[in-house]
């Protein structure tokens, strides 16, 4: 159950930080209370993730994961380059969450 509620925070994070790309600078109504709402739900389902899993374990995974998504976003959908270097680095983020997860990530 951890790992759904994980999963959803990370959803609703790269939900609010895509939000955040389309606010103009939070000067478009909408877009800016996407980002307030992805947050908010974010944060309340990684708050409710932390009772029952640790902390470098859900953040790991909750960064990683994140980040590797919204610079996937970025270029599928918003026209960021693509090149060799990107790509390595998104490998990179993600063999260290695996990395971090394979240390062990008991309570």
């Given amino acids: 159950m951890a790992y759904l509620m994980l999963a959803c925070a990370i959803?609703?994070?790269v939900l609010a930080t895509t939000?955040?790309?389309y606010s103009d600078g939070f000067t478009r109504l909408w877009p800016t209370l996407?980002?307030?709402a992805g947050y908010l739900v974010a944060f309340?389902?990684?708050?409710q993730t932390l009772k029952t899993m640790s902390v470098g374990t859900a953040y790991a995974i909750?960064?990683?994961v994140g980040t590797a998504a919204i610079a996937v976003i970025g270029m599928?959908?918003?026209g960021e380059a693509?090149?060799?270097a990107r790509i390595i680095g998104i490998l990179l983020v993600i063999a260290g969450v695996v990395v971090l997860n394979l240390g062990g990530g008991g309570h």
């Fill in 19 to 21: 939000s955040m790309k």
């Fill in 62 to 64: 909750w960064s990683g």
């Fill in 82 to 84: 693509v090149n060799a």
């Fill in 34 to 36: 996407g980002t307030a």
């Fill in 11 to 13: 959803l609703a994070e």
């Fill in 44 to 47: 309340v389902l990684l708050a």
């Fill in 76 to 78: 599928v959908f918003i």
